[in-house]
């Protein structure tokens, strides 16, 4: 079983950035594919980004990409996630997830279903 745990959220002025630290325990997930989602109030959660287990590859939702940045620090058993040109829109709850398979598709990993374990979010706030 594998526990996550989002940290790193707040309150940030539109323009301003944020790393969100998800950190792992019970189990490595040095071989996991992991992900980034959000959900914001009356929206259903969506995807924003994900990374292979090893950093070979990434994929990021329209919306986000060249603003946020994924990363990983297996020795750590931690993924960030690095939020830059915040914008009011962003706000959300983020949630991390872990993909316990060892197989990773840029597409597949948009989606939900693909993932085994999840953190409790973190809330992030955007003021305009």
């Known amino acids: 079983q594998v526990h996550l745990v989002e940290s790193g959220g707040g309150l940030v002025q539109a323009g301003g950035s944020l790393r969100l630290s998800c950190a792992a325990s019970g189990r490595t997930i040095s071989r996991y594919a992991m992900g980034w989602f959000r959900q914001a109030p009356g929206k259903e959660r969506m995807f924003v980004a994900s990374?292979?287990?090893?950093?070979?590859?990434?994929e990021y939702a329209d919306s986000v990409k060249g603003r946020f940045t994924i990363s990983r620090d297996n020795a750590k058993n931690t993924v960030y996630l690095q939020m830059n040109s915040l914008k009011p829109e962003d706000t959300a709850v983020y949630y991390c997830a872990a993909d316990a398979s060892d197989w990773y598709a840029k597409s597949e990993s948009r989606r939900q279903t693909v993932y085994d374990y999840w953190g409790q979010g973190t809330q992030v706030t955007v003021s305009s």
């Open positions: 990374m292979r287990w090893n950093g070979g590859s990434t």
